[in-house]
T-cell receptor, first 111, second 116 residues
Framework: EAGVTQSPTHLIKTRGQQATLRCSPI?????VYWYQQALGLGLQFLLW???????NRGNFPPRFSGRQFPNYSSELNVNALELEDSALYLCASSLAQVEQFFGPGTRLTVL | AQTVTQSQPEMSVQEAETVTLSCTYDTSESDYYLFWYKQPPSRQMILVIRQEAYKQQNATENRFSVNFQKAAKSFSLKISDSQLGDAAMYFC?????????????FGKGTKLSVKP
């Protein structure tokens, strides 16, 4: 069974640009979670999607947004990129919202 | 708000020996889940073990076991017969049992080194 996949592996952008990160959950999983892992700040919860709806969001500004598609894959969009947005972005999926299984992450670098 | 604290930024263990990683948490909830995740240098987070708060019995997965002390809000991870492949960042995580609170709350992590 394929695990959670994320693309791209690495993404380099400049300040002010927009970034789009993608995530495909494990087959059959309906929930997708996004986390930011910035150096020195640990893992911070960004967004949770389930059955196409945003269920919860963490303490991040509105320029962090996303969506979940009918096939349960998800996109994270970061607008007006700032230097401090440089981080590893991890996607996780779950069924019945208990155990979460993570993808390999997308390393975003903002120059 | 719930918080998770890992007081050991780094730990070291000799191959084949036993090491215990500490985790404490703060919550006013009575029902929740606790997890230990491992993140090797390849950066993929791997679920190591899970504990339901309503269960008194400590969870065990092969060489990994936990010591769950609900009253003390403590959730330590014991790794027995340490192997070189155990070297990684270990994160303790909390998840509320409330359906509206599906996200994980992580500690800062403990970097475990295994010496041959």
């Amino acid at each position: 069974e394929a695990g959670v996949t994320q693309s791209p592996t690495h993404l380099i952008k400049t300040r002010g640009q927009q970034a789009t990160l993608r995530c495909s959950p494990i087959s059959g999983h309906t929930s997708v979670y996004w986390y930011q892992q910035a150096l020195g700040l640990g893992l911070q919860f960004l967004l949770w999607y389930d059955e196409g709806e945003e269920r919860n969001r963490g303490n991040f500004p509105p320029r962090f947004s996303g969506r979940q598609f009918p096939n349960y894959s998800s996109e994270l969009n970061v607008n007006a990129l700032e230097l401090e947005d440089s981080a590893l972005y991890l996607c996780a999926s779950s069924l019945a919202q208990v155990e979460q299984f993570f993808g390999p992450g997308t390393r975003l670098t903002v120059l | 708000a719930q918080t998770v604290t890992q007081s050991q930024p780094e730990m070291s263990v000799q191959e084949a020996e036993t090491v215990t990683l500490s985790c404490t948490y703060d919550t006013s909830e009575s029902d929740y889940y606790l997890f230990w995740y491992k993140q090797p240098p390849s950066r993929q987070m791997i679920l190591v073990i899970r504990q339901e708060a309503y269960k008194q019995q400590n969870a065990t997965e092969n060489r990994f076991s936990v010591n769950f002390q609900k009253a003390a809000k403590s959730f330590s991870l014991k790794i027995s017969d340490s192997q070189l492949g155990d070297a990684a960042m270990y994160f303790c995580a909390y998840r509320s049992a409330l359906e509206s609170q599906g996200n994980l709350i992580f500690g800062k992590g403990t970097k475990l080194s295994v010496k041959p």
